[in-house]
């Protein structure tokens, strides 16, 4: 329960700090785009789980993902990078996994379901 408290505040930190230490490029992007607003609270957890820890994404969360949109995905990953709370973090590693999460929700979401 504790994890789950942690990667909240990580999250919420996620989307709503950085602000002030952001490049303007990211923090325009963002807010022009309202990136902020396009993914339910559930899929941002998974996503930042995703990318920052060893967690997995969802189908559903793939699809929010994905709509979000991979201008909006990049933005916000690389102003998380931005904050202090990152800093002993490794950007290489967190894009590669930024990545790779996007490559793969892209793939599943385009992919034609196996029912059909």
Known sequence: MANLNVNSVLVVLFLTCGAVMATKDNDQIIKENNCE???????????????????????????????????????????????????????????AQSIQTWNNCLALIDSPSPSA
């Open 37 to 95: 607003t396009k993914m339910g609270f559930p899929c941002v957890l998974e996503a930042f789980t995703s990318i920052f820890e060893t967690g997995s994404i969802s189908n559903k969360c793939c699809g929010e993902l994905v709509m979000l949109g991979k201008v909006c995905h990049s933005a916000l990953v690389k102003r998380t990078l931005e904050n202090p709370l990152f800093k002993y973090v490794s950007p290489a590693t967190i894009i």
